[in-house]
């Protein structure tokens, strides 16, 4: 069963998991006695999430809180529902997210998924409060992987759309066209390491001696 969790906590964490990210506001009318402190808690131990980017922040609970909530007996699946860990939810949730010809809601998750809503609900929001997946202001919610994640889509993907890394040609790591040659003069020239010098191209030479210039030095001097 693991540690006993105070009871209101326990009333936060199934709070969270059933209507996904809230407010403290929110939760506050719905959980007489919770307190910030409770909930500052819930964030120290990593039981919560919290964004603070949005206006009014927003807390959800973590894979680490969906484990701590099935110790004490939190809310079951539903029959003919296989068991999932948090991670491996929310693997599978990016999964359909970087797949999905378009942006799926929550529906088109947990359809996939063949889970209740309830039960994706609080790893998707955990995942957006992360910033792993991106949320749309309409309703319903839409979802979609950040542009970073999309771009590995796109750059080697092959037949079956996984990235492979022998496909990437480096086209982003070529001389653009239109910048001159001499633009790139100095990426020709050699680094001095200690008495050597290095050039681009693998050549190791030594650096030359100073070479008498052929002035007299001593003419100049007394001249001036």
């Known amino acids: 069963m693991g540690t006993p969790i105070a009871p209101v906590t326990l009333k936060?964490?199934?709070?969270?998991?059933?209507?996904?990210?809230?407010s403290r506001q929110d939760m506050q009318k719905a959980i007489p006695g919770l307190l910030?402190?409770?909930?500052?808690?819930?964030?120290?131990?990593?039981?919560?999430?919290?964004?603070?980017?949005?206006?009014?922040?927003?807390y959800a609970i973590t894979s680490k809180?969906?484990?701590?909530?099935?110790?004490?007996?939190?809310?079951?699946?539903?029959?003919?529902?296989?068991m999932v860990s948090p991670k491996q939810l929310e693997r599978a949730i990016i999964g359909i997210v970087q797949r999905a010809a378009k942006?799926?809601?929550?529906?088109d998750i947990a359809r996939r998924l063949k889970q209740p809503e309830h039960i994706v609900r609080p790893s998707l929001g955990?995942?957006?409060?992360?910033?792993?997946?991106?949320?749309?202001t309409a309703k319903p919610a839409l979802y979609s992987m950040p542009r970073e994640h999309?771009?590995?889509r796109y750059l080697g993907a092959g037949p079956s759309g996984r990235v492979n890394p022998n496909n990437y040609q480096g086209a982003k790591l070529q001389r653009n066209p239109g910048?001159?040659?001499?633009?790139?003069?100095?990426?020709?020239?050699?680094?001095?390491?200690?008495?050597?010098?290095?050039?681009p191209d693998g050549r190791v030479e030594?650096?030359?001696?100073?070479?008498p210039c052929g002035v007299d030095v001593a003419a100049v001097w007394g001249a001036a």
């Open 12 to 22: 936060a964490l199934r709070h969270l998991q059933i209507n996904g990210p809230s």
């Open 36 to 58: 910030a402190k409770t909930l500052g808690n819930m964030l120290s131990v990593g039981n919560a999430a919290i964004n603070n980017d949005q206006t009014t922040p927003r």
């Open 65 to 82: 809180g969906l484990t701590r909530l099935a110790e004490q007996g939190g809310k079951a699946l539903p029959k003919g529902s296989a």
């Open 103 to 107: 942006r799926p809601t929550l529906e």
């Open 126 to 136: 955990s995942l957006v409060l992360q910033g792993t997946i991106n949320a749309s």
């Open 150 to 152: 999309l771009a590995s």
């Open 179 to 199: 910048i001159p040659d001499e633009r790139f003069a100095a990426f020709a020239l050699p680094s001095r390491v200690g008495g050597r010098l290095h050039y």
């Open 206 to 211: 030594a650096v030359p001696t100073a070479q």
